[in-house]
């Protein structure tokens, strides 16, 4: 599988802030970036995904910058809240997806 | 929309007997379905997809003998570890997509513990 590369592995934010993940793939096959976000114990839930035609995308407190030449794409999280504290996962796909490394986010009040 | 269940939650097994786990999209047909293995504190690992009605693709490494996957219907999908040993030990994830949509739905998980 060809690699992701996330960092950092963990992120300590404080309540209000802004937390940045970010990721560097390999692959130029690569059509569709996701990220996910799991809870111990728990499966991963999609966040919030980015296609490399568009270099930006947000959602509520959630954004995904993308940088095509550089193959290089972020997670940027407004407003840091305890409830965001889990493992973030970023991803590239085509057809099938590759996970990164994961990124342990803990938000503290 | 887009629930993918799993079952069971959690199983404990005995060394040596065969576990199977079972993959569901309730709500959509997912002509495609991938098993994850995921150890603590890491990443997944993608170990086989499936298409309805095909054998698995098997990645590299993952003995095809020793998880047996079936794909039998648009909305289940099983992953049989045969044989268990201890070091199959792991949290086994399923996640489902429809024909054409790169999007995967990811079920909650199976806890395996063998003893």
């Known amino acids: 599988q060809q690699q992701v590369k996330q960092s950092p592995q963990s992120l300590i934010v404080q309540k209000g802030g802004i937390s940045i993940i970010n990721c560097a793939y390999e692959n130029t096959a690569f059509d569709y970036f996701p990220w996910y976000q799991q809870f111990p114990g728990k499966g991963p839930a999609l966040l919030i995904a980015?296609?490399?035609?568009?270099s930006e995308k947000k959602e509520g407190r959630f954004t995904i910058s993308f940088n095509k030449s550089a193959k290089q794409f972020s997670l940027h999280i407004m407003d840091s809240q305890p409830g965001d504290s889990a493992t973030y996962f970023c991803a590239g796909g085509y057809q099938k997806v590759t996970f990164g490394t994961g990124t342990k986010l803990q938000v503290i009040p | 929309g887009a629930v993918v269940s799993q079952h069971p939650s959690r199983v404990i097994c005995k060394s040596g007997t065969s576990v199977k786990i079972e993959c569901r999209s309730l709500?959509?047909?997912?002509?495609?379905m991938f098993w994850y293995r995921q150890f603590p504190k890491q990443s997944l690992m993608l170990m086989a997809t499936s298409n309805e009605g095909s054998k698995a693709t098997y990645e590299q490494g993952v003995e095809k003998d020793k998880f047996l996957i079936n794909h039998a219907s648009l909305t289940l999908s099983t992953l049989t570890v045969t044989s268990a040993h201890p070091e199959d030990s792991s949290f086994y994830i399923c996640s489902a997509s429809s024909q054409g949509d790169n999007e995967q739905y990811f079920g909650p998980g199976t806890r395996l513990t063998v003893t």
């Open positions: 709500d959509f047909q997912a002509t495609t």
């Open positions: 980015i296609r490399p035609d568009v």
